[in-house]
Every structure is written in C-alpha cells, then in structure tokens.
C-alpha cells in the first residue's frame, strides 16, 4: 500500500482507495470496482465526507429492521470486503445476520478468495459458493444461495446494482441499501436507503446494534414504524446543494 501521510487533507479518502486496489491486487476486487469507488468518492465530497444526521437515522432504523428479521442476510461484493471486512463480519455477529457472497463479475475464484477473507477477519460461515437459486434478472448476481439471500426476509446490499434491488424488493424482501447516490435506482428502490460511505456506515451500524441488541420488540418496531425513507433522500439532496452552493459563495462563483 503507498504510504500516504497522515497530514494529508484528503487522507481519510485516499486510504480508502488504497484498500480498494489492495483488493484487486488480492483477487477480491474487480477492476470494475475501482470505477464505482471513484464515482462514490464524488457523492461523499458533496456530503462533505460526513454522516449527515438523516443517514444515522436510517442506519438505526436499519439495524432495527436486522434485528427484527427471521432471516436476515448481508450481500458482500468485492469492494465490501476490501473496505470494511472485520466489520461487516462484527454487523453479522450483532444482529444475527448471514452474510452471503455476490457478485456482478463472479468467478468462483473470486467468491473462495471473499469467503477466506472475510473467515481470516472472524466470520465462521460465509454463504454464497452454492449458488442453487436464481433471481429473476439477467446476469451474475442472479446467483444466489436458497437458504441465504433467496430466502431472506431482509437483506442489507452494500454498494449495489439496481435492477437486483428492485428485484429484490418485487420479491417481498424488505432491502436495506448503502448507496452515496440518492438518485440512483438502488436508492429509489430500497426500503432503508442510508446515504453514507460504507466506511462509516457499518462502523456506526454495529454501535446501534450494541445500543440496541437488548431492545424489546416493540421498541424495534417503533423505531422501524417511524422511519421516512422520503425524508432521507430528500435530506441528502439537500445537503449536497448546499455543499455547492457554499463552495460556490466561498470561492467567489455566484450561485444561480
């Protein structure tokens, strides 16, 4: 990994970079997933690199929605398991959560090396090398598990294709997305979509699961029965004009 110092004003940023390439020099990340980090990067400048306080409220209604779930299930692809594998692997140990391998540009080289990834970063069973279902959509992550994500009552997608949220969803699941983008398909699909960089939001994800792993079912299902997706995506667009027209003001642009 290239040494980047800590002083640097967008070191937080470039390390995340660097993990992402570490994953494809590991075989776990596709090149393809360097693309979908940079065009994140984008949307994360606009938020101001930050969890803005509506994407903690979705990642709590989140978490609640995980713990109140028969069978919940985690999606990882390649750049989850580059950028957050202890503690995507500490969510699934929380909340009770499988966490299942899937994957655009699948190979089944590819799914061994993400499963003894994230087994060396503590998790015992990672679903996905079976693949005996399939989704009603026209590529890879059609594949999936019967007992994992086929089955599933919600699913958390982390850096997802839209057209398998929206399948998802057709099929009954209730889906949870992470997506910097709060105009994407992912997005206007989901029933939980938390704007926020993966980096940051299974991080806080697992502190609501500690803070609330003990809650009552009904205090889950308040906290679930309150949420406002609509609220969310608004928040984030929000948020993001601001950015620009703060940055606008600040280097003497005149804002129209």
């Known amino acids: 990994m290239t040494r980047i110092p800590v002083e640097h004003p967008r070191y937080e940023s470039l390390m995340t970079r660097e993990s992402v ?22 949307f994360d400048y606009l938020l101001g690199e930050r969890t803005i306080a509506t994407a903690a409220y ?21 750049n989850t398991a580059a950028l957050v594998p202890g503690t995507i692997v500490s969510l699934s140990d929380m909340t ?10 699948r190979s089944d080289a590819r799914i061994h090396k993400i499963i003894r990834h994230l087994k060396s970063h503590g998790a015992v069973n990672v679903l996905g090398s079976k693949g005996n279902a399939r989704l009603d959509i026209n590529h890879d992550r059609a ?16 850096l997802e294709d839209g057209d398998r949220c929206e399948t998802l969803v057709n099929m009954g699941k209730i889906v949870i997305a992470i997506d910097l983008n709060p105009l994407s398909r992912t997005s206007s699909s989901a029933n939980v979509s938390i704007i926020d960089n993966i980096t940051r939001a299974i991080p806080n994800m697992v502190q609501f699961a500690k ?3 003990n809650n009552k079912i009904d205090e889950l299902e308040s906290v679930v029965n309150s949420y406002d997706n609509n609220k969310v995506l608004s928040s984030a667009m929000y948020e993001m004009s601001e950015k620009l027209k703060n940055m606008s003001i600040e280097r003497g642009i005149e804002w129209i």
Request: proline share 3%; aromatic share 2%.
């Open 58 to 78: 979705a990642e709590r209604a989140a978490v609640a929605l995980l713990l109140l779930a028969q069978n919940p299930i985690i999606s990882v692809n390649g």
């Open 143 to 158: 594949i999936v598990d019967e007992g994992g994500i086929y089955g599933a009552d919600v699913v958390l997608v982390p």
């Open 211 to 213: 803070d609330m792993k």
């Open 21 to 42: 390439v570490e994953g494809v020099q590991m075989g776990i990340t596709s090149r393809q997933g360097l693309i979908a980090q940079g065009r994140g990067e984008t």
């Open 96 to 105: 009770g959560a499988m966490l299942e391998v899937n994957l655009f540009h």
